[in-house]
Nanobody
């Protein structure tokens, strides 16, 4: 069993920067793939980024590619999402996810574990 919890959400101006964190607990973090998804009001949850257990493989949604960076520090059991140059359309609840299979994370399907979410609001 793995538990994940997000932090770092808040209000940010467009063009600024914000870093989200996701701390994992339970079984060995180094063996799980992790990722981020988001859900805006009235929209379905969508994939944002994924990172393999080693950190050597990453994937991004086209909408955030070049602006967001996912990383992880297995010694701290923590994953990060560096959000640079956010746009108002990035406003959403951001969810941390963990899964034993990277393919599941990259496809954002059949995810084993979800966090409660953290609100990110980008002002114009």
């Amino acid at each position: 069993q793995v538990q994940v919890a997000e932090s770092g959400g808040g209000l940010v101006q467009a063009g600024g920067s914000l870093t989200l964190s996701c701390e994992a607990s339970g079984r060995t973090l180094g063996s799980v793939a992790m990722g981020w998804a988001r859900q805006a009001p009235g929209k379905e949850r969508e994939f944002v980024a994924a990172i393999s257990w080693s950190g050597g493989t990453t994937a991004y949604a086209d909408s955030v590619k070049g602006r967001f960076t996912v990383s992880r520090d297995n010694a701290k059991n923590t994953m990060y999402l560096q959000m640079n140059s956010p746009k108002p359309e990035d406003t959403a609840v951001y969810y941390c996810a963990a899964d034993w299979h990277y393919d599941h994370m990259a496809a954002m399907k059949n995810i084993d574990y979800w966090g409660q979410g953290t609100q990110v609001t980008v002002s114009s």
